[in-house]
């Protein structure tokens, strides 16, 4: 007897005072969901469509809860996906550790599971979305050893990418970065009170020369990489924002600490439409070609690619949002409505960066080239913009 009162003080400890237990029909449910914003698709070059959006999870008890299973239903029920193993593994994280992947989440912490659904055919993304989570409480509470909940219910943007241009012009242009993977997808960053991602969506361009090349020169230096200081330029007909052309250049692999206001170099936004922003940021010192209330139109100069702000080497940092911002808003998906697919370079290892460096040429593998319409560059496509 002493040894269930103990329990029970316990988990009371845990969930806040409790008079008396819970009534009929409710029950303890560990983690807390919620859909940080409307999940949104878009089109890649692959050819398939991805609703992409974070599932909070907070863990309401003092204790560690393991998180056996995530899987998503329709508005009707229909099952879309389940995550388990080391597939759910590789998309859940601490919220304040987006780099380590994790099945547990501590007492009273957040975790974010980062949701990519693919569909074959547009017509198959659902118009609402529902959750149904799996868990395992810590041993010893009065509670189920497997806790199953439906929640973090939310309404499809099935609205559509937002269409725009290229933002460079010319051949060999590489998507080093882009949704879903690398650091933009899991940037959640708490910004005046409130939880943003604008880098949702985000590419980092680098590019290569006629050779395949991405350095000819030192590699230490900005010149020395084929790119550098090649032309940026309007992706649609727009209105300048903000026009920002004060921060020096960093050294290629050699960076120095900035701040948050220094973080996106020199930079420049554009309103494209309502709530739709687009942002360039690095941009090369001394290159910003436009001023705030300039109206622009699609291929007009923004500036050039630099390595400003927060930046290991020279690329350009591409974003579309809702808000004027880099930081504060969320990022939108968007499609480029015409380029030419290359092919893809192999995943950047520590021996693929090594042999770039020295300038020899990318390795490409040119399956799947061909044109491309209303479709978003991926990770490491090569793509040629007209």
Same mark, same amino acid.
């Given at each position: 007897?002493?040894?269930w009162l103990?329990?029970?003080?316990?988990l009371?400890?845990?969930?806040?005072?409790?008079?008396?237990?819970?009534?009929?029909?409710?029950?303890?449910?560990?983690?807390?969901?919620?859909?940080t914003?409307?999940?949104?698709?878009?089109?890649?070059?692959?050819?398939?469509?991805?609703?992409?959006?974070?599932?909070?999870?907070?863990?309401?008890?003092?204790?560690?809860?393991?998180?056996?299973s995530?899987g998503?239903?329709?508005?009707?029920?229909?099952?879309?996906?389940?995550?388990?193993?080391?597939?759910?593994?590789?998309?859940l994280t601490?919220?304040?550790?987006?780099?380590?992947?994790?099945?547990?989440?501590?007492?009273?912490?957040?975790?974010? #599971?980062?949701?990519? +659904?693919?569909? #074959?055919?547009?017509?198959?993304i659902?118009?609402?979305?529902?959750?149904?989570?799996?868990?395992?409480?810590?041993?010893?509470?009065?509670?189920?050893?497997?806790?199953?909940?439906v929640? %973090? @219910?939310?309404?499809?943007d099935l609205?559509?990418?937002?269409?725009?241009?290229p933002?460079?012009?010319g051949?060999?242009?590489?998507?080093?970065?882009?949704c879903?993977?690398g650091?933009?997808? @899991?940037?959640?960053?708490?910004?005046?009170?409130?939880?943003f991602?604008?880098?949702?969506?985000?590419?980092?361009?680098?590019?290569?020369?006629?050779?395949?090349r991405?350095?000819?020169?030192?590699?230490?230096?900005?010149?020395?990489?084929?790119?550098?200081?090649?032309?940026?330029?309007?992706?649609?007909?727009?209105?300048v924002?903000? #026009?920002?052309?004060?921060?020096?250049?960093?050294?290629?692999n050699?960076?120095?600490?900035?701040?948050?206001?220094?973080?996106?170099?020199?930079?420049?936004?554009?309103?494209?439409?309502?709530?739709?922003?687009?942002?360039?940021?690095?941009?090369?010192? %001394?290159?910003?070609?436009?001023?705030?209330?300039?109206?622009?139109?699609?291929?007009?100069?923004?500036?050039?690619?630099?390595?400003? %702000?927060?930046?290991?080497?020279?690329?350009l940092?591409?974003?579309?949002?809702d808000?004027?911002?880099?930081?504060?808003?969320? %990022?939108?998906?968007?499609?480029?409505?015409?380029?030419?697919?290359?092919?893809?370079?192999?995943?950047?290892?520590?021996? +693929?960066?090594?042999?770039? #460096?020295?300038?020899?040429?990318?390795?490409?593998?040119?399956?799947?080239?061909?044109?491309?319409?209303?479709?978003?560059?991926?990770?490491?496509?090569?793509?040629d913009?007209?």
């Amino acid at each position: 007897m002493r040894k269930w009162l103990v329990l029970l003080v316990a988990l009371c400890g845990l969930i806040g005072p409790v008079a008396q237990s819970p009534a009929v029909g409710q029950r303890y449910t560990p983690i807390v969901m919620s859909v940080t914003s409307g999940p949104q698709w878009f089109k890649g070059t692959d050819g398939s469509y991805s609703l992409v959006y974070e599932l909070r999870l907070t863990n309401g008890f003092g204790t560690p809860v393991k998180i056996s299973s995530i899987g998503v239903r329709d508005g009707d029920g229909k099952p879309l996906v389940r995550l388990a193993g080391t597939r759910l593994r590789r998309s859940l994280t601490l919220l304040a550790d987006p780099t380590k992947p994790t099945l547990e989440v501590p007492g009273s912490t957040v975790a974010v #599971a980062w949701m990519q +659904l693919r569909f #074959a055919h547009r017509s198959e993304i659902p118009s609402r979305i529902e959750h149904v989570l799996t868990v395992r409480p810590s041993p010893g509470l009065p509670v189920p050893r497997s806790i199953a909940d439906v929640g %973090g @219910r939310a309404k499809v943007d099935l609205a559509g990418p937002v269409v725009i241009g290229p933002p460079l012009v010319g051949d060999n242009w590489v998507a080093v970065g882009s949704c879903c993977d690398g650091p933009h997808r @899991r940037a959640l960053q708490p910004v005046n009170g409130r939880l943003f991602l604008g880098q949702r969506f985000a590419v980092d361009w680098n590019g290569m020369d006629a050779e395949d090349r991405f350095v000819n020169g030192d590699p230490d230096t900005n010149a020395g990489w084929t790119f550098y200081g090649k032309p940026v330029v309007a992706v649609a007909d727009a209105t300048v924002v903000e #026009a920002v052309d004060r921060f020096p250049e960093q050294v290629p692999n050699d960076a120095r600490p900035v701040t948050l206001q220094e973080a996106d170099g020199n930079y420049v936004i554009l309103k494209i439409g309502p709530h739709q922003f687009v942002g360039y940021a690095h941009l090369q010192h %001394g290159s910003v070609a436009v001023r705030a209330g300039q109206h622009v139109r699609r291929g007009d100069p923004v500036g050039a690619l630099g390595n400003s %702000g927060s930046s290991t080497g020279p690329h350009l940092h591409f974003q579309v949002m809702d808000a004027p911002s880099l930081v504060a808003a969320n %990022g939108l998906p968007f499609v480029i409505d015409r380029f030419t697919e290359v092919g893809t370079i192999p995943p950047l290892s520590a021996a +693929l960066a090594r042999r770039l #460096a020295r300038g020899l040429p990318a390795p490409i593998d040119r399956h799947g080239a061909g044109p491309q319409v209303d479709a978003l560059p991926l990770g490491r496509d090569v793509v040629d913009f007209p």
